[in-house]
């Protein structure tokens, strides 16, 4: 199928020099690209074909309507073809072309869109430093010396001479939206409803890595606070975000800033829940997000009585959350950064 895209792209470019005027540059867009054309019934095939040959196809289709559509407009601008009449020169009634229009990154729109379902449930949105000291990002959240997180081979550490050198001290690429919890908890003002977004770093990358990513982070302290009310915070989340429909799980996990904790998994939309041949998720499921309950030592270390005030906390990635929206099908979470239109205009 492939050839067949390649051949008709062939077609109309030759087909395209013999237009000579805006009456043939018209009927030769309707032929070719037109809702009912030639271009647009090849393109219906698409549909027929396996899930590996849309992946190599898919782009060649966009690449060629893309280059046919550029051709026209470059053929409609160009003196003397498909704008201009014999013995009139240039035809100033026709339209003009249009400039691109942009619009935000999907990154952003994701960003905008959990901001706005937090609000509705009382969140506000506060923001954190994404260059924290060692002490917020680890030692604060219960996290011991030797915690593999704070390795340098996991996380991004700074030199800066002009900041103390001491181990509690040392400056980091926040590797998650957590460094805001304790910083929230010394403002004393409670009780505390905070969504943290922000950048986040990691050495790591591969289909469900970046080195640079998104995370939200959530907060609750007050009275009486309990892990039935995170769980009801989850599945609000998951419902308004992915659909009501949209099946999730929660997994006993261990966090050091978080007692119980749990880890949280969605139905893997790229494969549909199946696993088969999904190269993202594991066995169907896909992991977004980790919280529990804060531990007493976090909030101690913001100046809360743990006997007074109980807390719960998680975080969830930006990215993976988007990426499992209904229907979208990306199995790479870096395709969101190669700055690759043809991806891009989609959104």
Same mark, same amino acid.
Request: charged share 25%.
């Given at each position: 199928m492939?050839?067949q895209?390649?051949?008709?792209?062939?077609?109309?470019?030759?087909?395209?020099?013999?237009?000579?005027?805006?009456?043939a540059?018209?009927?030769w867009?309707?032929?070719y690209l037109?809702?009912?054309?030639?271009?647009?019934?090849?393109?219906e095939?698409l549909?027929?074909l396996?899930?590996?040959?849309?992946?190599?196809?898919?782009p060649i289709?966009n690449?060629?309507k893309q280059?046919?559509?550029q051709?026209?407009e470059?053929?409609?601008t160009?003196?003397g073809?498909?704008?201009s009449?014999?013995?009139?020169?240039?035809?100033?009634?026709l339209?003009?072309?249009?400039?691109?229009?942009?619009?935000l990154h999907p990154v952003?729109q994701?960003?905008?869109e959990i901001?706005?379902i937090?609000?509705r449930i009382?969140f506000?949105r506060?923001?954190?430093?994404e260059?924290?000291?060692d002490w *917020?990002?680890?030692?604060s959240l219960?996290? @011991?010396?030797?915690?593999p997180?704070?390795?340098?081979?996991?996380t991004y &550490?700074i !030199?800066?001479?002009n900041h103390?050198?001491?181990e509690?001290?040392k400056?980091?690429?926040t590797p998650h939206?957590s460094?805001?919890?304790?910083?929230e908890l010394?403002?004393?003002k409670?009780p505390?409803r905070?969504v943290n977004i922000?950048?986040c770093?990691?050495?790591?990358?591969?289909?469900?890595?970046?080195?640079?990513?998104?995370q939200?982070?959530g907060v609750?302290?007050?009275?009486?606070?309990?892990?039935?009310?995170?769980?009801?915070?989850?599945? *609000?989340f998951?419902?308004?975000?992915?659909? @009501?429909?949209r099946?999730?799980?929660?997994r006993?996990?261990?966090?050091r &800033?978080? !007692?119980?904790?749990?880890?949280?998994d969605?139905?893997?939309?790229?494969?549909?829940?199946?696993g088969?041949n999904?190269r993202?998720c594991?066995?169907g499921?896909l992991e977004?997000?980790?919280g529990g309950?804060m531990?007493?030592?976090?909030?101690?270390?913001g100046g809360?009585?743990?006997?007074?005030?109980?807390?719960f906390?998680f975080?969830?990635?930006?990215?993976r959350s988007?990426?499992?929206?209904?229907g979208l099908k990306?199995?790479?979470?870096?395709?969101l950064?190669?700055?690759?239109l043809?991806f891009?205009?989609?959104?």
């Open positions: 492939q050839h895209f390649e051949q008709l792209k062939k077609e109309a470019l030759v087909a395209l020099t013999s237009a000579r005027d805006a009456d540059l018209r009927a867009e309707i032929l037109g809702r009912k054309g030639k271009l647009a019934q090849l393109m095939k549909g027929t396996s899930v590996e040959e849309k992946k190599k196809v898919g289709a690449a060629v280059e046919l559509t051709a026209i470059v053929k409609r160009s003196p073809d498909g704008r009449s014999p013995g009139d020169g240039f035809d100033t009634t339209p003009g072309v249009r400039p691109p229009q942009g619009h952003t994701a960003i905008q901001e706005d937090f609000s009382g506000h506060a923001r954190h430093p260059v924290d000291t *917020y990002a680890f030692e219960n996290m @011991p010396a030797d915690h997180a704070r390795d340098e081979w996991e &550490f !030199e800066s001479p103390r050198n001491t509690s001290q400056l980091v690429l939206t460094n805001g919890q304790v910083r010394e403002k004393g409670l505390i905070m922000s950048k770093y990691r050495r790591q990358s591969d289909v469900s890595h970046v080195p640079m990513f998104h939200f982070e609750y302290v007050d009275e009486h606070v309990t892990f039935q009310h995170l769980k009801g915070v989850f599945e *609000y998951i419902h308004e975000f992915f659909g @009501p429909k099946t999730y799980r929660l006993p996990f261990h966090f &800033f978080t !007692e119980p904790s749990v880890e949280v969605v139905q893997c939309d790229v494969c549909n829940g199946t088969k999904c993202l594991k066995n499921w977004l997000a980790g309950m531990h007493p030592n976090v909030l101690k270390a809360v009585d743990p006997k007074k005030y109980t807390a906390a975080g969830f990635g930006v990215e988007y990426m499992m929206k209904s990306v199995d790479d979470i870096r395709i950064y190669k700055n690759d043809r891009l205009e989609q959104f």
